[in-house]
């Protein structure tokens, strides 16, 4: 993973927290070490979809 990729998925991370504020959606805690495994490269994109989509049915 080059420094150019975590900067995107770091800010991409970012817009979404801002969207989802503005739109008065707060985000669960558990999920900010969900974004830091993506963005670190630990997990896919795929993986990272999944486990928000299992997280949005629970609640």
């Known amino acids: 993973m080059t420094e150019t990729e975590i900067a995107k998925r770091q800010r991409s991370v970012k817009i979404a927290k801002?969207?989802?504020s503005?739109?008065?959606?707060?985000i669960p805690?558990?999920?900010n070490e969900f974004f830091r495994q993506w963005i670190d490269g630990e997990i896919t994109d795929e993986q990272?979809?999944?486990?928000?989509?299992?997280m949005c049915k629970r609640i």
């Open 29 to 31: 805690d558990e999920t």
């Open 22 to 26: 503005i739109e008065g959606v707060p």
């Open 48 to 54: 990272l979809t999944e486990m928000m989509l299992s």
């Open 18 to 20: 801002a969207i989802n």
